[in-house]
């Protein structure tokens, strides 16, 4: 399996258009030793739970990639300037559920780029159930956002119905299949027990 550095460097050789799983940014929410401005903060999770409810992606990763124009022109980041991860880190543990995003910057043909690779779990639906300080309109509250191909909406009900329709049925799916096999097991337990019993040992007439 690929690393993300390396499925980075893959978009970035192909540079395919933004789709509901990857987003170009042309520079970046955060910079290392600057403030972090709380518009930007609000744009970010936005952004994070908008690729991280789009469900049923073609790719194993759905990425914002650091350094590409809104025209697709590779332009690059100053890697130095690239904000720790524990920045972006401290904002993300606000989603609900927990939702992994990997971040890191990776060169390549002469320049840097920085990324954050988004890895939901399968039917969940991710926003911010807490009010946040840099959020005083309470924008973030609640929010199920969406991307729609390069836009950013919000799932309506029937699709969140839809998403935990199929988060019910997967979890039953999963409940037949180790019932099934716990079954199993048993009756080979069972047959196993029956075909070494014997009725002249003391131990197997006490069973």
């Known amino acids: 399996m690929e690393t993300y ?80 991860d524990s920045v972006y880190q401290e904002l993300i543990n606000k989603i609900e559920p927990h939702l992994s995003v990997n971040t890191g910057t990776v060169s390549y043909e002469g320049k840097d780029y920085g990324y954050f690779c988004v890895n939901p779990e399968e039917y969940q639906v991710y926003m911010i159930n807490e009010r946040c300080h840099f959020d005083p309109e309470a924008k973030l509250l609640n929010q ?13 009900d029937e699709e969140i119905a839809q998403i935990h329709n199929k988060a019910q049925e997967k979890a039953a799916k999963i409940k037949s299949q180790n019932d099934a096999l716990f ?19 003391e131990e197997d007439r006490a069973l």
Do not use: C
Not at 41 to 50: G, R, S, T
Not at 184 to 196: D, R
């Open 5 to 84: 550095d390396q499925a980075v460097k893959n978009i970035l050789k192909d540079l395919p258009s933004e789709s509901d799983y990857l987003d170009y940014k042309e520079q970046a929410y955060s910079f290392k030793g600057k403030k972090f401005d709380n518009k930007k903060k609000y744009e970010f999770l936005k952004d994070i739970i908008a690729m991280a409810n789009v469900q049923e992606v073609p790719t194993n990763y759905r990425f914002i990639i650091v350094g590409v124009d809104d025209n697709k022109n590779p332009i690059g980041i100053n890697d130095a300037d690239w904000a720790d």
């Open 144 to 156: 199920a956002f969406v991307r729609h191909g390069s836009s950013t909406g919000k799932l309506t």
């Open 183 to 201: 079954s199993a097991q048993k009756t080979m337990a069972e047959a196993a027990l029956i075909g070494s019993w014997d009725e002249n040992k």
